[in-house]
Nanobody, 120 residues
Framework: QVQLVESGGGLVQAGGSLRLSCAASGTIFTINNMGWYRQAPGKQRGLVALISRGDSTNYVDSVKGRFTISRDNAKNTVALQMDSLKPEDTAVYYC??????????????WGQGTQVTVSS
């Protein structure tokens, strides 16, 4: 069992910055991809940023150049630095981790979500 706990969400004015962090804990052998998804009101949950264990990254087009994802494999954490925030970034942000357990079983885990609200 793995738990993902997000932190860093909040209310910020347009143009401001927030840094989201996510810590994975529990029984973990290794973590492959980690990332952040978001779900805005009335919209489906979608990928924001993904980072591999080897630090390859993918971003949704709307956040490229503004958001930066990073991870610390030793600490099993992933962070999302969000700069130049826009009102359309308002959403619940969810941490994701694809975990490989010692028995060779992989499973995707989700955090409970943290609210990011960007005011105009």
């Amino acid at each position: 069992q793995v738990q993902l706990v997000e932190s860093g969400g909040g209310l910020v004015q347009a143009g401001g910055s927030l840094r989201l962090s996510c810590a994975a804990s529990g029984t973990i052998f290794t973590i492959n991809n980690m990332g952040w998804y978001r779900q805005a009101p009335g919209k489906q949950r979608g990928l924001v940023a993904l980072i591999s264990r080897g630090d390859s990254t993918n971003y949704v087009d709307s956040v490229k150049g503004r958001f930066t994802i990073s991870r610390d494999n030793a600490k099993n954490t992933v962070a999302l630095q969000m700069d130049s925030l826009k009102p359309e970034d308002t959403a619940v942000y969810y941490c994701y981790a694809n975990v490989i357990h010692s028995g060779g079983v992989s499973f995707g885990y989700w955090g409970q979500g943290t609210q990011v609200t960007v005011s105009s």
